[in-house]
């Protein structure tokens, strides 16, 4: 049988939110005992650290592969989203009141669009006075944009091309002058949606890689690839007031581990109201990967360890760091095996951190797989005080949730019990009751506190090997009011094999919103023509594309009903094969008041909300 499995954690309390904090970062100095992170002594330190590590290419063109989370929890307890009483819909996070960066962006009149180099201000409500109003134009690429009463905060990467060195008359040595790619956030007063105004620039050397905001400050993570020349380590340099500086090694932190790669990690806060308040930075060396999670009180640095030889396992070294204002006071240090899936495999609850990982790899063949998975509670000193282990075994984590006492976690390789796990006594957690499902959830959301919305894709089991053929997407409802018998209460697919969702990879793609009972996600719709097949079609066969859009839903515990499709392709449709590359591709849906806006980066198009009517469309381009 199909095997998918949906973990459900009872945990203690309420949960907290995370990062509500100003934070200007001045780290302290480490409390006893807490000996994993801390400062260079010198440019030395960090060029032997870097240069004697085991695979790290010595050479320029040399990079580590980071890749991090940023992931922070409710204050108010509750990760399940009230019914908003705004009347306009706003960025899906993780945690309210902790916003997060994101294409596009609303404030119940205008609507500002990412696209391409470009931010476009719309008038967007109402419908009939619809219009562009005005547009900033950068060099760089737009990662992501903030709005915060009449402030933009925009962040953006830009990348330089390279220049060549050359020595000696006969061109016989030839290298690459580095010029790494440049994170700038500026923030641009838009009191007047006509013309825009910089009223504050700033720019850290590295990649952009996410950002909240929370009240009037915004705080961003940059990666910086540790290149060297040779043997020196090229350092990252910040920009502002029109002045460039090098962060010196000894401003930099580092952990008492050794990797194969590493990656310079800054974390900028910024003022977005106070236009004299200087940023304030913190630079740290990190493994290859690593995912950060925050809550109201500690920031939590999730760092795997790669086993360098046959004999050792692979764990994750955890470090927490207090946070009171302006100040980090690093306080703990810990480790679990495995590793973690993304910023939503941890959390803090009730002076406890519950870690959620995979051990293993998982293959075609059970006989060659070796994955389990485990949930692990620890005390604030980041010992394990609780755990429950080998969970599905063979197979690995693909989503996560945490909703007040309960933690759901979904892996997947055929089909697995869904199990309900106890934490209600942190040192003593029990397995409760299990369900089988079929399919898996690349994506967890509350719908209220007794049911859950999963987002990922449909499975057929393989006649060959030990797997299952990924088919169309699967929205499922389930009922979790009774935890030692779960249910899986309704599900509807879209497509058959190669059908997408943005919401698959990026959260912010979903639009949902319980008091209207709504749920839009865009999709890339694939269908297999059987004109193609004599016989019966293979469960492997992919289907052609031939729709995409927003898929517009009526959503309650009674059901999961198509309301309607809107699409911002010509005639509703395209050439095969150019759908990921067309303008018209819908990226977000959102609403406001009873109108329902669809946005491409070449329009955005608006339908009634009641009867999905097309009202109006701005084009952007």
Request: aromatic share 10%.
């Amino acid at each position: 049988m199909k095997k998918t499995t949906l973990f459900i954690v009872s945990l203690i309390g309420i949960l907290l939110t995370a990062c509500s904090i100003p934070l200007y970062l001045a780290l302290q100095s480490p409390e006893a005992g807490a000996t994993t992170l801390t400062k260079f002594s010198s440019y030395d330190e960090l060029n032997n650290l870097i240069e004697n590590a085991p695979q790290t290419s010595k050479y320029i063109f040399g990079y580590s592969n980071f890749r991090s989370s940023f992931g922070v929890q409710n204050a108010d307890g509750l990760t399940v989203p009230e019914a908003t009483t705004s009347d306009f819909s706003e960025t899906n996070v993780q945690v309210g009141g902790v916003d997060e960066a994101d294409i596009i962006k609303t404030d119940g009149e205008y609507i500002y669009v990412v696209s391409g180099g470009n931010i476009t201000l719309v008038k967007a409500y109402p419908s009939t006075e619809a219009g562009v109003v005005s547009k900033i134009c950068l060099n760089g690429e737009v990662m992501g944009i903030f709005v915060n009463g009449d402030r933009l905060v925009v962040f953006e990467t830009e990348f330089v091309n390279q220049g060549w060195l050359t020595k000696g008359e006969e061109n016989l040595e030839i290298t690459m002058r580095y010029q790494p790619p440049k994170t700038s956030i500026k923030v641009y007063d838009i009191s007047d949606k006509s013309s825009p105004v910089l009223k504050k620039e700033f720019s850290v050397d590295g990649y952009y890689f996410s950002a909240r905001m929370i009240e009037n400050y915004v705080y961003a993570i940059v990666n910086h690839n540790t290149f060297m020349n040779y043997t020196k380590v090229l350092l990252p340099t910040i920009c502002e007031n029109n002045s460039t500086r090098q962060i010196q090694a000894t401003d930099i932190y580092y952990y008492n581990s050794t990797d194969s790669y590493y990656s310079f990690t800054t974390i900028v806060a910024l003022s977005i109201q106070d236009d004299q308040q200087q940023p304030t930075t913190e630079t740290v060396l990190l493994g290859s990967s690593s995912t950060i999670y925050v809550s109201q009180d500690n920031i939590y640095l999730a760092i795997p360890e790669y086993p360098m030889e046959q004999n050792q396992n692979e764990k994750t070294l955890i470090n927490r760091i207090k946070i009171h204002q302006e100040s980090l006071t690093i306080q703990a240090a810990g480790e679990v095996p495995g590793r973690v899936h993304d910023q939503f495999s941890m959390d803090e609850h009730n002076g406890y951190f519950r870690i959620a990982t995979t051990v293993g790899h998982v293959a075609r063949s059970f006989d060659e797989a070796d994955s389990v998975n485990n949930v692990y509670v620890l005390d604030m000193n980041l010992n394990i005080v609780g755990k429950v282990e080998n969970l599905a075994p063979k197979e690995k984590i693909y989503s996560v949730r945490f909703m007040d006492e309960i933690c759901y976690v979904v892996t997947f390789k055929k089909v697995d019990p869904l199990f309900v796990i106890d934490l209600q006594t942190p040192t003593n957690p029990k397995v409760l009751g299990q369900l089988k499902v079929t399919g898996y959830s690349d994506y967890l959301h509350p719908y209220d506190e007794n049911h859950l919305i999963g987002i990922g894709k449909e499975t057929v089991e393989a006649q060959e090997d030990d797997f299952a053929w990924y088919q169309g997407v699967k929205i499922s409802l389930f009922d979790v009011s009774d935890s030692l018998n779960p249910t899986e209460l309704t599900k509807y697919e879209i497509g058959d094999r190669g059908t997408y969702s943005p919401v698959l990879d990026d959260h912010k793609a979903l639009l949902f919103d319980r008091s209207r009972n709504l749920l839009v996600i865009p999709v890339l719709v694939a269908e297999i023509d059987q004109m193609k097949y004599d016989d019966q079609i293979p469960d492997n066969a992919r289907g052609d594309y031939v729709w995409q859009g927003a898929y517009v839903f009526d959503i309650s515990v009674d059901g999961l009903e198509l309301k309607g499709k809107i699409t911002h392709m010509e005639n509703g449709e395209a050439p095969t094969g150019i759908y990921f590359g067309t303008e018209h591709y819908v990226q977000r849906a959102i609403y406001i008041e009873d109108v329902l806006y669809t946005i491409s980066n070449k329009k955005i198009m608006m339908n009634s909300l009641e009867t999905l009517a097309e009202l109006n469309t701005v084009e952007l381009s």
